[in-house]
């Protein structure tokens, strides 16, 4: 029989929840970790649309990846989706669970995973949680010399990424070494630059780290949605190898909070 605290250990024992950030929340949310799993569905954002593809499905225990409570509830009244939810999830006994900074941080995290998708290598940590560490946010690693144009519509296409934005003024010519951090990652543009970086694929870009670093790096916005959704690939794996017998289902319900016309 598996139990909640089991699926918790298998995704602490692969992102320990020490590697998080100090502003984070990881770990569970909601419910009861002595509580048997009857079934996992796995999101990046707990929206109520998500609640409720977990009761069709009848899966007990939800694993995101964005933490549903940053901030301490003051009342649950109903007022909020937050609120609702968390109302509902103790209603109907679903757990829900969430590794963020610390799954972004550990060895073959969320920005391992997307550069694997792209054939980087040599990988290492861009900013190490300690001296030495092979752990922390962001990774830098090399391709294959590839045209600047080449190299963007492969990571376009790669990740299914609508619009990709980038610095139309980097000098960049060919790409050969490369720095990912999935999410929100433009606080480590002077980190990738210093470290040799051609290029930094990140999200929630602005237009002033265009124009104050784009004359020096190519600077590629892959959106903060698309680059973690790979993150339900993670957590699949992480479960898998722990609880083989495991019922786990990707959320369909999922979508960009952030819409293109």
Known sequence: MIKVKDIAKAIEDFA??????????????VGD????????????DVTEEILAEARRRQCNMIVSHHPLLFAGLKQIVGQTPTERIVAEALLHNIAIYSAHTNLDSTRDGV??????????SNLHPLRPSAP?????????????????????????????????RYSAQSPQIVVRKVAVCGGSGASMIREAMSAGAD???????????????????????????????????????IIR??????????????SNPIAYV
């Open 111 to 120: 920005s391992y995973e997307i550069a694997h998708s792209l054939h980087i």
């Open 33 to 44: 970790p002595e509580m048997a799993v009857n079934g996992v569905l796995l999101c990046l």
């Open 16 to 29: 320990p929840k020490n590697l998080q950030e100090s502003y984070d929340n990881s770990g569970l949310q």
């Open 241 to 254: 190898e722990a609880w083989p017998e495991c019922v786990i289902y990707f959320a369909e319900s999922e």
């Open 132 to 164: 030495e560490a092979d752990t922390g946010l962001g990774i830098i690693g090399e391709i294959s010399p590839t045209p600047k144009l080449e190299f963007l519509r492969k990571v376009k296409e790669t990740l299914k990424i609508e619009h990709l």
């Open 199 to 237: 290029a930094l694929l990140t999200g929630d870009l602005k237009y002033h780290d265009y124009t104050s670093y784009g004359y020096a790096i190519l600077l590629a916005d892959i959106g903060h949605y698309e680059s973690e959704l790979c993150t339900k690939k993670l957590f699949s794996r």
